[in-house]
């Protein structure tokens, strides 16, 4: 399983109960699919750089999940198909951002011989 960052910018004309509805049939995937879900982070409403889709603000939201690569191509597929999602970026992170290099460090060293 890899760690991956999904960024999703939904209109701001929807209620924020919609938007947590459509959170959580993202993680529903994640967990179906036999993924992790992780950290969930609403970062609100924001004003735009420049306009995107006619659109001057959007609601930010960050999902953090640990799955397969085909199970986030079916949530970017998701999330491309729904209207209410101006935008969205699916990223792989690298396994150190993701906290696992605490884990393979120690492998390397107990594997490295000691120097006399």
């Given at each position: 399983?890899?760690?991956?960052?999904?960024?999703?910018?939904?209109?701001?004309?929807?209620?924020?109960?919609?938007?947590?509805?459509?959170?959580?049939?993202?993680?529903?995937?994640?967990?179906?699919?036999?993924g992790n879900?992780?950290?969930?982070?609403?970062?609100?409403?924001?004003?735009?750089?420049?306009?995107?889709?006619?659109?001057?603000?959007?609601?930010?939201?960050?999902?953090?999940?640990?799955?397969?690569?085909?199970?986030?191509?079916?949530?970017?597929?998701?999330?491309?198909?729904?209207?209410?999602?101006?935008?969205?970026?699916?990223?792989?992170?690298?396994?150190?951002?993701?906290?696992?290099?605490?884990?393979?460090?120690?492998?390397?060293?107990?594997?490295?011989?000691?120097?006399?």
């Amino acid at each position: 399983m890899r760690p991956y960052e999904v960024m999703v910018i939904f209109d701001v004309d929807i209620e924020e109960g919609a938007i947590r509805e459509r959170i959580d049939r993202v993680l529903d995937v994640v967990k179906n699919g036999g993924g992790n879900p992780g950290r969930v982070d609403h970062w609100g409403r924001r004003t735009f750089a420049y306009e995107l889709k006619h659109r001057t603000e959007g609601y930010y939201v960050v999902i953090e999940a640990t799955a397969e690569p085909h199970v986030l191509s079916e949530v970017d597929r998701m999330l491309a198909l729904d209207d209410a999602v101006l935008r969205h970026k699916v990223v792989r992170q690298p396994e150190k951002a993701a906290g696992r290099s605490a884990r393979t460090a120690s492998r390397g060293k107990a594997a490295a011989p000691a120097a006399s």
